[in-house]
Each structure stands twice: as C-alpha cells, then as structure tokens.
C-alpha cells in the first residue's frame, strides 16, 4: 500500500508532489508578485492567506530557480517563464519528480471511484485495477477548460467521502452581451474602464483591455468582472468608459474644440485621434444625435450626448461563455470543511484537497496558479 496517492497533476498537484517529497515523505503565467488575499474570492477569501503567507510569490519563483526555470516579470506584476513557453514549466516539474525513486508517476488510466474505509483510501482505475494509501490529496482541478483537462470528478469523489461544495460557475471568462454593437466592432480593442452594474448598483469595476467580439467582450479587465456577470443573475449591464483618463465635462470641452478647430471634419469622425475609428463612429451611433455631415453642425445638446456616450458605452449582458473556455472555477469545496493552515480535511482523517478544486479563486494575471502552487505545497507537508 501506497503512503500518499495524490490525485491531480496540475499545479496544485506537482507541487503537493513535490513538497512532501522533498520533506521526506503556450506561454505560461506562472504567478503575481502581487498576490495577496484581496486578489481572491469565494465564501470565504480569507482560507487563501495562510498559505498565500507561507509561499509567497517570491518563494515560488525561489522554488523554480532551484529548478533550473528561468523567469521573467513584467510591469504589472506578472511572472513568466523566460522561454515563454509551458512546456519548460511542464518540463523542469517532470524532471523535479523524475528525481525521487518513491514517486510512481501514473498517466493514462484515470480514477473512477475513491473509497475510504478503515482509514485506507482505495481508488479504483478504469482499467479495473486499484491503487490504496492511508492519506489521500485531492489536487483534481476545477471544471473549467473542459476542452482542455477541466474535470468534475474531484468534487464527486470529495462527496463520496462526505464532504459538499458550492454552486459552481465559469469565471476568467468571456462576457456576452447585446451583440449589436459589439459584433460591429469585431477585433477592434480599446483601453477602457469597464463597470458592471443591476440597474444604479455598480458590482465591480476593472481598468484595462477589452476586445469587442461576435458574442460581447473579451479581454483581461472582462475577466476579472466575469465572475461577478457569471453569478450576479439576471437584469445586469456592462457600462464602458471609452476614455477614462478625462471626466464627462473635459470630453465635452475637448468635443467643443473639435467643432471649433475642425468645423469640415466629418460628422462620424468626431473622436478621430482619440478613440478607435471604428469605436469612435460606433459611438456617435450609439448616441442618438442627429446625423450631421460635418462636426461643425453639431449642436451644444448633441455634443452633450456624445461626451455621455464615450463615458457610458452601456451594453446588456446576455450571460458569460461556459466551462469549456473558462480559465477558472468560481465555487468549489467548502472551505470550512478545510484546515488553511494544512489543507487537511475537517471530516475524513488522511484526507487533503488544494487548489482550483476548493472555493478560492483568484483575479486574471497568474493569481490562480500561484494559489494552486502555494495551497499545493501546504497540502503536501501531511501535517
């Protein structure tokens, strides 16, 4: 019988793997400098810090330099493999684990049912054999990227072992929403700040890029509103401030300058030089105001309402896309089921679970595999 069976080889697993080893028993976003508490979400975000505390990004990129990966961090925090490419990442674990003559690494036969029964874990395999440990990690991920790996069955086989989860959503996500405005702007990207509200609640707000697409809205600031759009219900808006850096008032004065210096300029090209052409028409559609041939023709009201339009841009979401292009899970395994000091299980002895599998996650830019790695590695001491 096997000491520890760890289920799952993505972050949170080869880390788990790794740890307790080491104790004795594309392009690749591999962490955030930034990471910290207020970057994650769930019921309960505060599980994450204990572990967020003990393996700290900097340790993490500590922890890949003594395995030979060079890294590279860009401006915003981010932190990627010198190579800009996975397969290094990939790559250095499987050597990292190929070191240790006690790990059997198994591929290619996956689990079908985990039992627990006097104090063994007995997982059984869909080639009709079965592998038994008296502790188990559950490191199974989450459901999203369903095309590419994401899975359910970590929350099956935790159920089966007595625990429960929450509802469970796709986040770092697409956003959809009235497809008018946006599938007329297909490709076209914009720096802009982006607020999705119910109604005059605003739910969360996100400064960044976004992408217009056949569907909605793409782009990293989309994905960090995505979790709120994918569990917010019905009745939601995405409002866009096409020019974030000058109030209402400085837009309108800047369109009132436009109609003085450039009376010929024609009346669609109002924003040229300072929103993307095609943005720039699409937003004097939007507006409603008469159709002038020139901006000389503009009148004070219409000039009003073209200044609310590059500030409030407001499309109706539709929903989100689902599992299968999601970066992430929101919703997982309750967390207070959980020790965040060890990542063991409250109800069943020997048992621990990390990662994308628990009810943690994080904002788009390499928070999620940071928590996966440092929940990981806490799982992995067996304390």
């Known amino acids: 019988m096997n000491d520890v069976i760890v289920l799952g080889g993505g972050a949170s697993g080869m880390a788990a793997a790794l740890t307790l080893l080491t104790t004795g028993n594309g392009r690749c976003n591999l962490t955030n400098e930034h990471a910290g508490p207020d970057h994650y979400h769930g019921e309960r975000p505060e599980f994450c810090r204990y572990a967020l505390e003990q393996y700290p990004a900097a340790e993490t990129l500590a922890w890949f330099a003594a395995m030979g990966l060079e890294t590279v961090t860009e401006s915003d925090g981010r932190v990627y493999p010198r190579t800009n490419t996975a397969n290094s990442v990939l790559d250095v674990l499987r050597a990292a684990l190929a070191r240790y003559e006690s790990l059997t690494l198994l591929t290619g036969d996956p689990v079908s049912a985990v039992k627990h029964k006097n104090d063994v874990f007995t997982c059984a395999l869909e080639s009709g054999a079965a592998v038994q440990s008296s502790r188990l990690v559950?490191?199974?991920?989450?459901?999203?990227?369903?095309?590419?790996?994401?899975?359910?069955?970590?929350?099956?086989?935790?159920?089966?072992?007595?625990?429960?989860?929450?509802?469970?959503?796709?986040?770092?996500?697409?956003?959809?929403?009235?497809?008018?405005?946006?599938?007329?702007?297909?490709g076209v990207k914009a720096e802009a700040l982006l607020t999705?509200?119910?109604?005059?609640?605003?739910?969360?707000?996100?400064?960044?890029?976004?992408?217009?697409?056949?569907?909605?809205?793409?782009?990293?600031?989309?994905?960090?509103?995505?979790?709120?759009?994918?569990?917010?219900?019905?009745?939601?808006?995405?409002?866009?401030?096409?020019?974030?850096?000058?109030?209402?008032?400085?837009?309108?004065?800047?369109?009132?300058?436009?109609?003085?210096?450039?009376?010929?300029?024609?009346?669609?090209?109002?924003f040229v030089g300072a929103l993307h052409n095609r943005l720039g028409q699409m937003t004097v559609k939007y507006a409603a105001v008469t159709r002038r041939e020139t901006c000389g023709g503009y009148t004070e009201d219409e000039l009003t309402a073209l200044a609310r339009a590059c500030k409030g841009f407001a499309l109706p979401v539709t929903g989100v896309c689902g599992f299968d292009q999601a970066q992430v899970t929101a919703g997982g395994l309750c967390t207070d089921e959980f020790d965040p000091e060890t990542m063991k299980s409250r109800l069943v002895s020997g048992l621990y679970a990390c990662g994308e599998l628990l009810d943690v996650d994080g904002d788009c830019g390499g928070f999620n595999p940071q928590w996966g790695r440092a929940s990981g590695r806490l799982a992995g001491r067996l304390r």
């Open 138 to 186: 559950l490191a199974c991920g989450g459901a999203a990227g369903s095309k590419v790996g994401g899975v359910t069955d970590g929350y099956r086989f935790a159920k089966a072992l007595g625990h429960h989860r929450t509802a469970l959503y796709p986040a770092l996500v697409q956003i959809k929403t009235d497809p008018a405005y946006p599938r007329a702007l297909k």
């Open 196 to 270: 999705l509200r119910r109604g005059r609640e605003a739910l969360a707000a996100r400064k960044g890029e976004l992408l217009f697409t056949e569907y909605g809205v793409s782009g990293p600031a989309v994905f960090d509103l995505s979790r709120a759009a994918s569990c917010g219900g019905e009745g939601l808006t995405l409002a866009l401030d096409l020019w974030p850096e000058r109030t209402e008032t400085e837009v309108l004065a800047w369109l009132r300058a436009r109609r003085e210096n450039s009376p010929a300029l024609p009346g669609e090209q109002v």
